[in-house]
């Protein structure tokens, strides 16, 4: 008997990052925090401080956290998941070269599209929300809208035999960090808060290096929205 999908039920893909906590805080606003669920990855991550604030964020945001540990599927030459590889440093943006960065871990968003396809099924929830942006992808090929629309007709067509079903929403998709800030600002402190709490620095670490791919587009974006970071601020107080 197949699964009957609730619109009004939604998914969050979470890592507790900076995209993922705004995402979450948008989910609670189109559809409700009572309708909204959390699931989380440990895959072996160099960064995984990031699920101690996925799971920080999650209680304070008072929903449960769920995570599913998949660390021996993944496999990659990514200082991501390879701690023997050096991570890419940088004095600013400026200095990013083009194309795919040696950040990307091939096949991850492929996995966690389909676990979490299975666990919405499961819960029958209709949406999926990712924190995917092509904007700053840094040449990801799994953070394309293209990639997105291309999974949402496979996993439908696996789980229903047709292309409807499921909906993977990508609320950051075509927003600069500057605009995710100021989407950030728009759904309202309780979000902002949050972001405090949430984890970018791909090394790992609490201050943020400030000198990885991820924490100089963080930097930048609230430079540019005119807004002091809030992670900033609590290491500040510490």
Known sequence: MQTSL???????????????T???????????????RTISFDYGQRHSIELESAKFICNLAGVEFD?????????????????????????SVDE??????????????????????????HHGAKNIVVGVCEEDFGGYYDCRQEFVTSMQKALNQGL??????????????????????????????????????SHTCYEGEFPPCGKCHSCLLRAR???????I???LERCMAK
């Open 221 to 227: 974006g609230f430079k540019e929205a005119r807004v």
């Open 67 to 91: 995570l599913i540990k998949t660390r021996n599927i993944l496999r990659s030459v990514s200082p991501l998941v390879d701690s023997h590889v050096q991570m890419d440093l940088y004095n």
């Open 160 to 197: 229903f035999g047709k292309d409807q079903g499921l909906a993977v929403h990508a609320p950051l998709m075509y927003l600069d960090k500057k605009r995710t800030v100021e989407l950030a600002l728009d759904l309202g402190p309780r979000c902002i808060e949050a972001l405090g709490y």
């Open 6 to 20: 609730d619109d009004s039920k939604a998914l969050v893909v979470f890592s507790g990052g900076q995209d993922s």
């Open 22 to 36: 705004t995402c979450l805080y948008w989910a609670f606003d189109k559809w409700g925090e009572e309708n909204v």
């Open 229 to 231: 970071d809030p992670l």
């Open 96 to 121: 990013f070269e083009p194309g795919v960065q040696k950040t990307f871990v091939p096949g991850r968003n492929i996995l966690f599209l389909t676990i979490a396809a299975n666990i919405a099924y």
